[in-house]
């Protein structure tokens, strides 16, 4: 066959290639969803024609007109205001409608324009074999033309999907703002009826939306679970890693509250995941049996309700003075179902309406104690006064959450999908120039990003993945300020139970079956250290039996005496270290300048292993590693030490290096070091391979 011909054939398929296309995306008697207001198939098709660019430019419109305008006659503000309300509720009706027939229609057309893209997508696979095997000029000329079309074709198909995506996204964000729209209406009538001395209380207005169950459960082998964000007054979707504390969690809320109809006193510190599990494991009942009451009581002036039956949610919020009416209100007209959970969330005992709300709820959970539930989500660090004959009545039964650990972390971010939405809160944004010292920054691993951050966040998950670094110090700082005394934070007896600050600086882990409180992270307890007296460290660690916890008070006090100065007793002799300043050291950086005068580097990182300062004094050439420890013996690993000598630029010829191990008087005799590891990692820098248990000291510090 001629070219010509050939080239004229070809173009004939591409045409009717188009035309198939074509019938995919045009009118058809049946419901369809478009995303061009532009272009035929969209205005020629039903469903789409309801909300079209202009329709939704316009009720957008008539929302600010209606909502924020003045209105003529004789209507006073209140009227104005509750008309306002009926207005924006009818509003977020339609909103809510419109949503529903997008997503129907997403389901409808974007499964098969997917697959009309991977058919030409493969017709353009084709298409690319006969370009690079042409060999007449002519026909190569004709099959570009064909390769370019398709590939505008593939845009336009992705094009429109995308759209689609794009208007339920503004719609969603529509919705919001129309709630936001509410509460200030409703606070702005809750004003004018205090103005006009109006004795009734206004009533209860509730947003009507669908509950997103289907969004909601486990994933990824079900070591993470996706949580609605609008739950908990946010945006998008939460991924919780699922702990063995989350699973602990939800086995207390099934086994004592659910089966044995206890009321479920959730306590713990701030940030370590309370209200999320519980809310997750509420929301994974069967609705055809269960409803749920939300009731989060974080606000100062208000209370956020949330109720959900069946496939529906409904929200309103509560006015503080409202509290026991409405909250006796709603639970009174609960819709029918045959079970009912109610969750009071940040329970404080000094806030009154706090107490309100709960003494509603408990009363109302004694009506019907084989159908009703109450849990409540506290960070106290107890529940108050025990009252014996009110737990026993309620059938009250505690649960204390834990702080994080190090190692949770780590194996949350394992998962690609969660350690990507949590990345950018793990930067620490540290400057090039530190204390005088040139710091080379790389971009760390997942874990190594884990161990800086975490000498800031500690044991608060929420400070690790929700909180930029510069947000957590600025809290922590604020908290630090109302709180200067050390011993309380080991104590137990600060946190959000107190009435003067809210205060998240402690953590609580579980040792031997013991509760054991602590600073809620490394930086924390640095700053308060350096604060305190060393008699307070010294009665710290004098009454403390837990190994752990004395442990970390020993580095605590041998920092602070490196800051002023300290005497160390070796086996056979003594010696003087003068004071010197303490910096921090990433091991995510590169120092290219050391200072001059004598200096201490503390590792930021907790994982840091094989050692816990580096003494470096430039003038004398001197390196000197310090292992701290209240044990009777401890490891003693050389490559690391190898790589910070690296990091720092530590000369290989002309400089000493020395390593130390401090331990308390009492342990200076009869501590060993164990087997070495990584024998002749420091040869080079002149320490014999094999010999080195020999070459390092024990020391002990004088303690006052």
């Not at 957008?60 to 209507?75: F, H, P, W």
């Not at 006064?385 to 194996?411: C, F, I, P």
């Not at 580096?614 to 292992?627: P, S, T, W």
């Amino acid at each position: 066959m001629p070219n010509a011909a050939r080239a004229a054939v070809l173009l004939l398929a591409l045409a009717r290639t188009t035309m198939s296309v074509g019938r995919l995306l045009s009118p058809s008697p049946s419901p369809c969803s478009s995303v061009s207001s532009s272009s035929k198939w969209v205005s020629s098709c039903p469903s789409t024609a309801k909300y079209s660019a202009g329709a939704l430019l316009g009720w957008t419109d008539g929302l600010v007109k209606r909502t924020r305008g003045g209105y003529g006659g004789s209507k006073t503000r209140t009227d104005q205001v509750e008309q306002q309300l009926e207005e924006v509720q009818q509003e977020i009706k339609e909103v809510q409608q419109k949503m529903k027939e997008v997503q129907r229609d997403i389901k409808q057309v974007a499964p098969g324009v997917q697959r009309e893209i991977k058919k030409v997508q493969r017709e353009m696979k084709e298409v690319l074999k006969n370009i690079d095997h042409e060999q007449d000029s002519m026909m190569k000329a004709v099959h570009v033309k064909v390769y370019e079309r398709l590939g505008d074709r593939v845009k336009q198909l992705g094009d429109r999907v995308k759209q689609l995506g794009d208007r339920e996204k503004h719609l969603g964000e529509r919705e919001i703002q129309l709630g936001d729209r509410l509460k200030e209406l409703n606070k702005e009538r809750l004003h004018l009826q205090r103005q006009s001395g109006v004795s009734s209380k206004p009533r209860v207005i509730w947003i009507e939306s669908e509950a997103g169950l289907d969004r909601i459960g486990f994933c990824h082998g079900k070591k993470y679970f996706r949580l609605d964000a609008s739950y908990l007054q946010g945006d998008g979707e939460i991924l919780l890693y699922c702990r063995e504390s989350f699973h602990v969690q939800q086995r207390f809320l099934k086994d004592k509250v659910v089966d044995n109809r206890a009321l479920g006193w959730i306590q713990g510190p701030p940030g370590t995941g309370k209200t999320t599990t519980t809310l997750a494991f509420c929301l994974s009942l069967c609705m055809k049996k269960w409803s749920i009451t939300f009731f989060q009581l974080d606000s100062v002036d208000l209370i956020e309700c949330i109720q959900i039956v069946g496939s529906k949610r409904r929200s309103c919020t509560i006015p503080v003075e409202c509290t026991l009416k409405w909250t006796n209100e709603i639970l009174q007209e609960w819709p029918d179902s045959e079970k009912r959970l109610v969750i009071i969330d940040g329970y404080l005992r000094h806030e009154s309406h706090h107490v309100h709300c709960y003494r509603a709820c408990t009363r109302w959970l004694l009506g019907d104690r084989e159908n009703r539930r109450v849990v409540v989500v506290t960070s106290m660090s107890c529940g108050g006064k025990v009252r014996d004959k009110h737990e026993n009545v309620v059938n009250l039964r505690r649960h204390t959450v834990v702080s994080w650990t190090a190692g949770e972390y780590l194996d949350a971010v394992k998962c690609d999908d969660f350690y990507m939405r949590v990345k950018p809160m793990l930067s620490l944004h540290d400057s090039a120039v530190h204390n005088g010292m040139r710091i080379q920054k790389r971009n760390g691993t997942k874990e190594e990003q884990i161990m800086s951050k975490y000498y800031l966040a500690g044991g608060s998950c929420r400070y690790m993945f929700e909180k930029t670094a510069a947000v957590v110090v600025e809290r922590l700082e604020v908290a630090i300020s109302s709180c200067r005394n050390l011993e309380l934070l080991f104590q137990g007896n600060v946190g959000d139970s107190s009435p003067h600050a809210v205060n998240h600086l402690t953590a609580r882990y579980m040792h031997d079956g013991q509760a054991c409180w602590m600073p809620v992270s490394k930086y924390v307890a640095t700053r308060l250290a350096d604060e305190a007296k060393v008699d307070v460290l010294k009665r710290l660690l004098d009454g403390e039996c837990n190994p752990s916890l004395r442990g970390y008070l020993f580095e605590l006090l041998f920092f602070k005496k490196v800051k002023q100065g300290l005497t160390l007793t070796y086996r056979k002799h003594e010696s003087r270290w003068e004071g010197c300043p303490v910096f921090l050291l990433d091991t995510m950086g590169v120092i290219n300048d050391l200072l001059k005068d004598r200096t201490c580097l503390k590792p930021i990182s907790v994982f840091q292993p094989g050692f816990d300062a580096i003494i470096v004094d430039v003038r004398a050439k001197l390196v000197e590693f310090v292992m701290v420890t209240v044990s009777s013996s401890h490891s003693f690993k050389l490559s690391p030490l190898a790589k910070a000598l690296k990091k720092l630029n530590i000369p290989t010829k002309g400089w000493k290096v020395k390593v130390v191990f401090i331990v308390p008087p009492e342990r200076l005799q009869d501590f060993r070091i164990d087997p070495i590891k990584h024998c002749g990692a420091l040869k080079e820098y002149g320490w014999k391979k094999g010999q080195e248990g020999k070459q390092a000291d024990v020391a002990s510090i004088d303690i006052l």
